[in-house]
């Protein structure tokens, strides 16, 4: 799977495919970090639901690191945090996407 399939999954295919399979204590978190890489990378920004997201991804986070083993994060996961500021900053992710250039 290229990494824009994993983006349309993680989005769009993890909130309907996996709730009844998992406790909700498990499948709400995951919904979430959904719903933040829906937000994030949706066409227009709104800059204080960035400024929100920047506060719930922490507890999102911290969510997960509960379900998951401490093995399962690395720095990768917790550069999360900073992709509301640079969604503020940058502006849509559409025109910093790669996707074009991986197809």
Do not use: T
């Not at 933040?36 to 506060?55: G, K, S, T, Y």
Request: aromatic share 14%.
């Amino acid at each position: 799977m290229k990494s824009h399939d994993c983006h349309i999954f993680m989005q769009s295919l993890i909130p309907i495919a996996f709730r009844d399979l998992l406790p909700k204590q498990v499948w709400e978190p995951l919904v979430e970090i959904s719903e933040f890489f829906r937000a994030l990378c949706a066409p227009v920004i709104q800059v204080n639901d960035m400024a929100i997201w920047q506060e719930r991804i922490v507890e999102i986070i911290c969510k997960l690191e509960r379900i998951f083993p401490p093995s399962f994060f690395d720095s990768m996961k917790h550069l999360a945090i900073y992709l509301p500021y640079e969604a503020r900053v940058g502006r849509p992710v559409q025109f910093r996407w790669m996707y074009p250039f991986e197809r």
